[in-house]
């Protein structure tokens, strides 16, 4: 299989797309960032020094996921028409899960988009309570699902 991102001599481009068809392309990525209760507990109690924790992580995954094609040298620029971010409390790590649903209209997927924005959220929370807690741990990020285009409907087996 010949690698996409390189040409007839081996130097790095960008895919040219301009002959694929628009579809509508979607996909959801997640990662989990643990932490220890202390942190946990002032992140759920909004008492964060820094501010509201999962509310500027939401933020900054919607920014993340618009900013993909200026962090990640091959990828196109996309009209998103919509990011989802979504943070599911994990009492029991202690943690959180973070979920990034990125759609558009399009010649290309949306997957690096979905994973920028869930990298750039979980750093979010990171940098928002590393005072109380470095030890955190970020892991977990991946596809969850895609669909859209020619290579079709992907899901991770569970």
Sequence with gaps: ?????????DRPKMVDVSAKNDTTRVAKASGIIQM???????????????????????IASIMGTKQTS????????L??????????????????????????EGKTGVEMEALTG????????????????RSMVISNILLEEKDGGKSGKFTRPA
Excluded: R, W
């Design 1 to 9: 299989m010949k690698l996409t991102h390189l040409d007839e001599n």
């Design 36 to 58: 220890s209760q202390e942190a946990y507990n002032m992140i759920v109690s909004n008492q964060a020094k820094k501010g509201p924790v999962l509310q500027t992580a939401v």
């Design 70 to 77: 200026s962090l990640i040298p091959m990828c196109h620029p």
């Design 79 to 104: 009209m998103l028409t919509s990011v989802n971010c979504e943070v599911e409390q994990l009492d029991e790590l202690p943690g959180f899960k973070l979920t990034v649903t990125a759609k558009l």
């Design 118 to 133: 869930v990298s750039i959220g979980l750093l979010t929370i990171y940098d928002m309570a590393k005072a109380i807690d």
